[in-house]
């Protein structure tokens, strides 16, 4: 036996029940609510004629929560964030722990000089430079004929 429904004659929310049900169930699938929270921060990545720039958009960190490391030609971006909220002086029906962490990594192209990397956290933003190696720098000269 099922249960269903019925609005009890009346036409103006005939609709609605439908349409909260499926909101709630694309709102509510893991699929999309995984996609709508992203793990991972926005990168920008950026060349001039002497720098890389790799910017990511990490909001509510500070600089000591982040890890950089640069094995080889790959560069690491890690972060780790736990926080913890309590109060002693509260009964807890529920308490909420946040944690978040993520790690991305860039393949450094052969024409970065890896000894000349530098990272400031500004205004949320992480921003790392790779310095480019002499021979690969455009240089610009003026070629005179003879």
């Not at 991305?104 to 192209?109: G, K, N, Q, V």
């Not at 000894?115 to 500004?122: E, L, P, R, S």
Request: hydrophobic content about 40%; glycine content about 4%.
């Amino acid at each position: 036996m099922a249960l269903v429904k019925f609005n009890n004659g009346s036409t103006e929310n005939a609709v609605t029940p439908w349409f909260n049900d499926v909101f709630e169930t694309f709102f509510n699938n893991s699929f999309v609510s995984d996609r709508m929270i992203s793990r991972v921060p926005a990168a920008n990545i950026a060349e001039d004629d002497n720098q890389y720039h790799i910017e990511l958009a990490v909001p509510g960190l500070k600089k000591e929560d982040f890890k950089i490391n640069l094995d080889k030609n790959i560069l690491s971006i890690s972060a780790e964030k736990k926080l913890e909220n309590t109060d002693e002086s509260k009964k807890y029906n529920r308490r909420e722990y946040s944690y978040s962490s993520f790690i991305r990594t860039f393949t450094l192209p052969a024409s970065a000089d890896q000894g000349n990397i530098g990272a400031a956290y500004v205004d949320g933003v992480l921003r790392i430079n790779v310095a480019k190696r002499e021979e690969a720098k455009n240089i610009t000269k003026e070629i005179v004929i003879k």
